[in-house]
Nanobody
Framework: VQLQASGGGLVQAGNSLRLSCAAS????????MGWFRQAPDKAREFVGSIDWSGKNTYYPDSVKGRFTVSRDNAKNTVYLQMNSLKPEDTATYYCAATTDGRLVSSATAGSIYTYADWGQGTLVTVSS
């Protein structure tokens, strides 16, 4: 599946931003979708994911309660709503898709190796 992330930009700390990821290609509805971020000189970090049905989401403690992942299968789009942004949230954000969402569990949703396809990334800068 081809992925196109958008919605990044410059925002002040405490404000919100919503990222979108439009998918095309094979059946989007069967894919588990994830969001990751990567700051300069740091490893890529998991920030949230959603299963194929949209009923189950997974988050690391670092963003739980502030970030929300959702999807609209009719639009082939997944979203990342980011609230109460902090300067340490500054990074390039990537969306990613699995080949078979049924194989993903809470134990594997946060691993970069779970995902087969990646978007190009969108930069989020949070100023203090």
């Amino acid at each position: 599946v081809q992925l196109q992330a958008s919605g990044g930009g410059l925002v002040q700390a405490g404000n919100s931003l919503r990222l979108s990821c439009a998918a095309s290609g094979r059946a989007f509805g069967s894919s588990h979708m994830g969001w990751f971020r990567q700051a300069p000189d740091k490893a890529r970090e998991f920030v949230g994911s959603i299963d194929w049905s949209g009923k189950n989401t997974y988050y690391p403690d670092s963003v739980k309660g502030r970030f929300t992942v959702s999807r609209d299968n009719a639009k082939n789009t997944v979203y990342l709503q980011m609230n109460s942004l902090k300067p340490e949230d500054t990074a390039t954000y990537y969306c990613a898709a699995t080949t078979d969402g049924r194989l993903v569990s809470s134990a594997t949703a946060g691993s970069i190796y779970t995902y087969a396809d990646w978007g190009q990334g969108t930069l989020v800068t949070v100023s203090s």
